[in-house]
């Protein structure tokens, strides 16, 4: 899109100066006698032929050895700048595109408001710098010099052909000013400028990707919800129009940050096709991208999947811990002084109780959540060592949610493992890290 951008401040360069300075005035025009507006005057004979030979040139290259020629003989010829622009956009023409950054260097030196150079050397310092040329960070901070000598001008701007094309040049202004922005770390400034224009050119990869990125900086770290949102969005919008080589793995990286803010990629192919389909960030991208569930939310969703008594110890553990007093009471109700039948990892025991871990987490953790009481002392020779899996029979009578720890009163030993367990304990799903 920038590339459509800039071909049409150069193809209105080229046709403006053609049609403006083809024929400049000799001596006294007519025109000036009788009080109408008069360009510049080319008093000399010989300067006034030089001109004129050069810019009705049909052959581009024959065009600029005639104006490189004008400008050396008469390099403060009252059509030095008319005559830069159009040896500009000639060069343009002939895919020559140092020379025509070098010409449009000399264009704005000489005219401090020349947007048509202005735009021109803001768009090709950024994107060499975004190529990778080694100069990057002197280009990017001479985009942005440009840039903003552009935005500067436009109160001073009054030809109507320039002001047509505000919108298009002031999309290249922004982007130059954000692109730079980005490389120094001002993220906030980056997508002040960057955001208009990623949604005005939806195509445009070299705006749409860096403002992603601007958006979320480092994924190891949270960042505020509303540019998490827009981060996955670019991010996803970015892989659509990313070149080829580079489409996976942006779309990789995009479902990355999607994953880590949603806790799961349920969801995710409907982000992408919006993504791929749509231009700016939707409306509802609140909707479409919804954070990972609370806990109390991941416990409320267990409560109404799953009746109390078909849970596992490791879901009792995480309602109990993380659901609301009503889920809470929706499980305890049902469990409580019902003899319950599980294998867990003993962790120390006494006479007359044992800690053992009930849930996958603390078993591996090597930390007791359940106390398990014996209505007589166990005999010495039944007691199973430290760390040893276990068999047992309890009715759950009490519980702490945090540290969580339930107490099993009259508490059984199995000596045989159930045919059935009613209750292991498989690892349960945490809430997605922010």
């Known amino acids: 899109m920038k590339k459509i951008l800039l071909a049409v401040v150069l193809e209105v360069a080229v046709v403006a100066v053609a049609q403006n300075t083809a024929q400049p005035a000799q001596g006294q025009s007519g025109a000036a006698a009788q009080g109408q507006a008069q360009g510049p005057v080319i008093k000399d004979p010989a300067e006034y032929n030089a001109y004129v030979a050069a810019v009705q040139q049909k052959d581009p290259n024959a065009k600029i050895s005639g104006l490189e020629a004008f400008l050396t003989q008469y390099p403060n010829s009252v059509m030095k700048n008319q005559a830069l622009e159009l040896l500009m956009g000639t060069y343009q023409q002939t895919n020559n595109m140092q020379k025509t950054s070098d010409t449009a260097t000399k264009l704005v030196a000489a005219d401090p408001c020349n947007m048509r150079g202005l735009a021109l050397l803001a768009y090709f310092d950024r994107i060499r710098a975004q190529g ?7 280009l990017l901070a001479d985009a942005k010099k440009y840039a903003e000598q552009g935005s500067a001008c436009w109160p001073k701007i009054t030809d109507a052909e320039i002001t047509k ?3 298009q040049m002031d999309s290249i202004f922004h982007s130059a000013i954000g ?4 490389q120094k ?3 906030p400034a980056c997508i002040t400028e960057l955001k208009p224009v990623a949604d005005a050119n939806p195509t445009d990869f070299s705006v749409v990707y860096p403002l992603a990125l601007a958006y979320w900086p480092d994924p190891k770290k949270p960042a505020p919800p509303e540019s998490t949102l827009n981060a996955i969005w670019y991010s996803a919008r970015a892989s659509a129009i990313a070149p080829a080589q580079l489409q996976a793995q942006i779309e990789k990286y995009a479902r990355g940050l999607y994953v880590r803010f949603h806790g799961g990629d349920d969801g995710w192919s409907e982000v992408l096709a919006r993504a791929k389909a749509g231009t700016a960030a939707p409306a509802d991208l609140a909707t479409l991208i919804k954070p990972a569930p609370t806990p109390a939310e991941q416990a409320h969703d267990m409560v109404v999947k799953t009746p109390a008594d078909k849970m596992d110890f490791a879901q009792w553990e995480f309602v109990l811990t993380n659901g609301s007093q009503e889920d809470q009471d929706a499980v305890w109700n049902v469990i409580k002084g019902k003899a319950v039948q599980m294998n867990g990892t003993v962790i120390s025991t006494e006479p007359d109780q044992f800690m053992i871990a009930g849930s996958s987490d603390d078993i591996d953790a090597k930390k007791a959540d359940i106390t398990l009481k014996f209505e007589d002392k166990v005999p010495a020779k039944l007691i199973p060592k430290d760390g040893a899996p276990f068999d047992f029979q309890g009715e759950p009578a009490s519980y702490a949610p945090n540290p ?6 009259k508490g059984q030993l199995l000596r045989a493992k159930p045919a059935t367990p009613t209750h292991k304990a498989p690892v349960h799903r945490k809430p997605a890290a922010q």
Do not use: H, S
């Open 132 to 138: 990778g040329d080694p100069n990057a960070m002197q």
């Open 165 to 167: 094309m505000k919108p």
């Open 179 to 182: 692109i730079a922005d980005c």
């Open 185 to 187: 770390q001002d993220y």
């Open 404 to 409: 969580f720890m339930m107490v099993m009163e």
